[in-house]
């Protein structure tokens, strides 16, 4: 059984910066390709980004340029480097894990979620 913990969540001003960590345990976790979805109140669960063992990335259009994904595989943590938030970055943060890494974004069936961790961004 894989589990992940989430941390690393808070609130923070628009145009501040939080790391969120996502530790996974559990047999053959550390092959499996990892990632973020978000989900705001009233709106259904987005994409954020996702990472393969390898270090292959994928970014929401949202995220470009101002968040970066990155993984220790030894480990087994997977990191969310968040920079210059804005407030419709207000969600609830889940970390994922899946052995299909080009269905991942879709969200759909993957393998493992987290309980996720609240991130808010305020004037």
């Known amino acids: 059984q894989v589990q992940l913990v989430e941390s690393g969540g808070g609130s923070v001003q628009i145009g501040g910066s939080l790391r969120l960590s996502c530790a996974a345990s559990?047999?053959?976790?550390?092959?499996?390709?990892m990632g973020w979805f978000r989900q705001a109140p009233g709106k259904e669960r987005e994409f954020v980004a996702v990472?393969?063992?390898?270090?292959?990335?994928v970014y929401a259009d949202s995220v470009k340029g101002r968040f970066t994904i990155s993984r220790d595989n030894a480990k087994n943590t997977v990191y969310l480097q968040m920079n210059s938030l804005k407030p419709e970055d207000t969600a609830v943060y889940y970390c994922?894990?899946?052995?299909?890494?080009?269905?991942?974004?879709?969200?759909?069936?993957?393998?493992?979620w987290g309980q996720g961790t609240q991130v808010t961004v305020s004037s």
């Open positions: 994922a894990a899946d052995k299909n890494y080009f269905t991942f974004p879709r969200g759909i069936n993957l393998d493992y």
């Open positions: 559990g047999r053959g976790v550390s092959m499996y390709t």
């Open positions: 990472i393969t063992y390898g270090g292959t990335t």
